[in-house]
């Protein structure tokens, strides 16, 4: 047997172990796993995206009614008769066909006024309404 210094490079090349099939798997492997997860979509909550019937371009505004203590009501800060309260939410919800109510009473305001402008915006079609402080 020879010393391991004496070998000649012909010995030693036909030693070597061929890695090429290797690396072509490893690159298939890797294009498959590129491709699959690029096609992987995953859910989550949208941060921003609030969804609503209404376009962009549409004016939409609402009506602040007060109901004062004294018995007298404001609507959007005009003194209004509270037997008028249908007919001026008539032409606003005319005006602005989205529009919602914001209604805003004193502490010792009459419940009767109060039911008075919910019925009033319920009888000319508008069923959204918010309560607020004064």
């Known amino acids: 047997m020879r010393p391991l210094n004496q070998l000649s490079n012909q010995e030693c090349s036909e030693e070597e172990v ?23 979509k995953q859910d989550g909550i949208g941060i921003g995206t ?10 939409h505004e609402n ?6 203590g004294t018995g007298g009501v404001e609507i959007n800060g ?4 509270i037997r008028a309260i249908g007919a001026n939410l008539l032409r606003f919800r005319a005006e602005n066909p989205n529009a919602k109510v914001v209604l805003a009473a004193e502490d010792n305001a009459k419940n009767g006024a109060v039911v008075a402008i919910l019925d009033a915006s319920r009888a000319v079609g508008i069923y959204d309404v918010s309560f607020t402080e004064i």
Do not use: C, H, Y
């Not at 609030?50 to 004016?59: A, I």
């Not at 009506?63 to 004062?68: D, M, Q």
């Not at 005009?78 to 008769?81: A, I, M, N, S, T």
């Open 63 to 68: 009506v602040l009614i007060r109901v004062w």
């Open 50 to 59: 609030q969804q609503t019937g209404v376009p962009p371009n549409e004016k």
């Open 18 to 40: 061929n890695i090429t099939p290797m690396l072509d798997v490893v690159f298939i492997m890797l294009i498959f796993f590129v491709v699959t997860a690029s096609f992987v």
């Open 78 to 81: 005009r003194d209004v008769d």
